[in-house]
Structure formats: structure tokens, C-alpha cells
């Protein structure tokens, strides 16, 4: 039986400039499945300050934040947990009695995923980027005790700031670098944007290293995690870190914590459509 919404049902949103069904489809299948009176809807706000005063004034309970509004928003909100204020970046906002807290679920999701892959933390890396998604990648290779690595952005203002937080250098191309650790936080590779079906790096940079991982969510087969596992190389998936961050925001929302295994077939069920 369809679940019947009423006046007491909880709004979750999503705030994406190019919004997928994801995290739809993903919170859904777990607020019908633990029978919890919300319901999730993805936007794509047209004036992100304005979709902010509505979180807060309907209320809405919580909002997931996508590119590019992981930094512009701050300003907007009320306290930031340490999981975004350290990085300055935000994925998730709850809305607690108009207040408003955020929160970076996907530091916590690439922690969660260079343990349980085992990724050596002698390895050398490059991060693919500079925006918010990127400075959660780099904050938590640091704190996972990653010693050498580079940023590499064209953007030389942003890219030297979130290298040089950490310690780690800074180039404006890949170049000659041929890290055993690559990992891409650019949109590159994203279904629905320019750089839809393009590799960010040139393959023999994927073949000269260990472990390739993509933050790119959707497809979650990118064109360069094809190529990792056509190299025979250890992949990390978008679709991975959507899932652990996800289940961290379902948690924030409803104060429940959904199991692996609901986790797994929420995911599956996502990723279905």
C-alpha cells in the first residue's frame, strides 16, 4: 500500500543544479520500508538564498546540498557541525525549529571508504579538483594519514587554498604526475554535463596507478572507472560515496541509522531507475 502523506508529513529536499533521482528514490525507499511519515523531493533552486529562507520558514526538516552550492550557502545558516566548518564546505542542512545546521556526510563517506578498501596510506595521490566535494576528499586523506599528495586545479586561488590547508602541493594540470592513488572530484564524467562520457585523465595515467577512484555518482560507471577495471586496477565508486553519505543524511533527518543491508538495497534501488 502507497504510503498516505498528511499535514504531520516531514519534507527532505535536495538542492542540485542538476538534480538526479537518486537520493529520491534512495530516502524513499527507506522512509516506506521503516514506515516514516516523510517524503524526499530533489529541486533546483533558482535563487538559492530564497530556497534557503524556505527550508527555514515552512519548515522544511532537511536538505541535501550538491554542486555548486556547497559553499555559497554557508553564509545563509545558522552553526556548522565540525564535519563542515573544518573544510568550509556543506552537503546537508537540518532544519531544527528554524535553526539551521550543517553538516558534510561526505568527509565522513571517504573516510569510511579508503578504511574499508584498504588504501595504503604510503601512497602517493592526486585530488582532481578544488570545489567542495574536493576539499572533502583532501580533508580526509590527511586525517586518514596520507602524507604525499597534489591538488590539481586549474582554478590556482581555490586549488593552492585547499592544498596548502593540508600540506600537500598544487599544480594547474596532471602533467608528468602519475600517482598510485587518482582520484577524480571534478563533474567530469557526469551524466548530463559538458564533460558527459570524457575521461579527465589520459589512460596511461590510470594504468600507472594503484587505486582509481571516482566521486562521480552518476552513471556510476564513469568512463574512468570503466577504464580502472579494464586495467585491472582497485576502483572506488561514486555510487559508493552516494550511498555512505546518504545513509548518514537519512540518519541526521530521522534520527535512525538504516543498516547495512538496507543501505545496500536503498542503493540498488537508486541506482534502478
Known amino acids: 500500500m502507497a504510503?498516505?502523506?498528511?499535514?504531520?508529513?516531514?519534507?527532505?529536499?535536495?538542492?542540485?543544479?542538476?538534480?538526479?533521482n537518486?537520493?529520491?528514490?534512495?530516502?524513499?525507499?527507506?522512509y516506506e520500508e521503516l514506515d516514516l511519515n516523510y517524503v524526499y523531493k530533489a529541486f533546483a533552486p533558482t535563487n538559492l538564498e530564497d530556497a534557503i529562507r524556505g527550508i527555514r520558514g515552512l519548515p522544511i526538516r532537511g536538505a541535501a546540498?550538491?554542486?555548486?552550492?556547497?559553499?555559497?550557502?554557508?553564509?545563509?545558516?545558522?552553526?556548522?557541525?565540525?564535519?563542515?566548518?573544518?573544510?568550509a564546505s556543506v552537503n546537508t542542512i537540518v532544519n531544527t525549529d528554524g535553526h539551521l545546521k550543517a553538516y558534510n556526510t561526505d568527509y565522513l563517506a571517504i573516510a569510511s571508504l579508503?578504511?574499508?578498501?584498504?588504501?595504503?596510506?604510503?601512497?602517493?595521490?592526486?585530488?582532481?579538483?578544488?570545489?567542495?566535494?574536493?576539499?572533502?576528499?583532501?580533508?580526509?586523506?590527511?586525517d586518514a594519514g596520507f602524507r604525499a599528495g597534489?591538488?590539481?586545479?586549474r582554478n590556482e586561488a581555490t586549488g593552492t587554498a585547499v592544498a596548502e590547508?593540508?600540506?600537500?602541493?598544487w599544480q594547474a594540470e596532471l602533467a608528468a604526475l602519475r600517482p598510485s592513488l587518482l582520484i577524480n572530484a571534478t563533474p567530469i564524467g557526469m551524466a548530463g554535463g559538458s564533460g558527459e562520457g570524457v575521461m579527465p585523465v589520459p589512460g596511461d595515467a590510470v594504468g600507472a596507478a594503484t587505486t582509481v577512484f571516482d566521486v562521480v555518482a552518476s552513471p556510476s560507471e564513469t568512463p574512468l572507472i570503466s577504464a580502472g577495471r579494464a586495467a585491472r586496477r582497485?576502483?572506488?565508486?561514486?555510487?559508493?560515496?552516494?550511498?555512505l553519505q546518504a545513509a548518514g543524511q537519512f540518519e541526521l533527518?530521522?534520527?535512525?541509522?538504516?543498516?547495512p543491508d538496507q543501505v545496500q538495497r536503498a542503493s540498488a534501488f537508486a541506482r534502478s531507475a
Open 3 to 20: 504510503r498516505t502523506l498528511n499535514k504531520d508529513t516531514q519534507l527532505c529536499i535536495s538542492l542540485a543544479a542538476r538534480p538526479s
Open 22 to 30: 537518486h537520493g529520491t528514490r534512495f530516502h524513499n525507499f527507506l
Open 65 to 87: 546540498v550538491s554542486m555548486p552550492y556547497k559553499e555559497q550557502c554557508i553564509p545563509m545558516l545558522d552553526e556548522l557541525d565540525p564535519s563542515a566548518a573544518v573544510i
Open 114 to 142: 579508503l578504511a574499508s578498501h584498504h588504501v595504503d596510506r604510503n601512497d602517493d595521490f592526486v585530488v582532481l579538483g578544488s570545489g567542495g566535494m574536493a576539499k572533502a576528499v583532501v580533508a580526509a586523506l590527511h
Open 150 to 153: 597534489t591538488v590539481v586545479a
Open 165 to 169: 590547508q593540508y600540506g600537500y602541493g
Open 234 to 243: 582497485k576502483v572506488i565508486t561514486g555510487a559508493e560515496v552516494v550511498a
Open 253 to 259: 533527518y530521522t534520527g535512525i541509522r538504516p543498516t
